[in-house]
């Protein structure tokens, strides 16, 4: 092969990883991030959870509200009820005065209670429910229309069940990302949803788990 061959196919290799490499980078800028994603980490596994909605709401008080839902609970709230077994919804209330001295550097450290629903999503199922509750620290940025809200340090356990849905995490801790859109009335209207569905039977079949669901709902209009 003659020096300037060798040059042409050099460069033609060079030209070709180059293009390469400009469409993966393209590709992985143009990729959607979902709306939620958290990392959880429950004894020795770990796993993504992803939500497909996130809206951000001012609580009354200065608090603020983070409600995610997966794509199944978005269908339902959309009127379009999906054959998925469950449906999840996540709230992330954001304490204007936390009643703890915070150093958002301190992994101990806590300004934001969570409720994690996950609720029967069949005709068998629907009044089934498990919650997980627990405390993080979050941090909140406004982006335009969107409310950035950085989670770490969050720990979680299950505190209440009804039904047959059973509890596949245990005690855990995740962190993650959330770009909330700001949407007062989705936010609400997401709660509402989960408080219907938890007020549709007061009975609980756990007596070894803190009782009644009922009793929790009103946390959500706090």
Partial sequence: MTPSACSRQICGSIGRAALALTVLIALVGCSQ???GALTIAAGNRNFNQTFVAAYHSQALGGDSDIVLLDEAAK???????????VRQVM????????SRDLKADHTTSSNATLHWYVLGNTPATAND?????????????SDGNQTICSVRGASMRMVARRGSLHDPIGKASFKGMIHASENPTKARQA?????????????????????PLADRASSMAR
């Fill in 33 to 35: 991030q979902p709306p």
């Fill in 75 to 85: 269908q339902a709230l959309d009127g379009n009820p999906s054959d998925a077994p």
């Fill in 91 to 98: 709230r992330i209330r954001v304490l204007w005065n936390a």
């Fill in 129 to 141: 429910v498990i919650e997980y509750a627990g405390t993080a620290m979050a941090v909140l940025e």
């Fill in 191 to 211: 709660l509402e949803e989960v408080r219907d569905t938890i007020l549709a039977e007061a009975a609980v079949d756990d007596p070894a788990v803190r009782r």
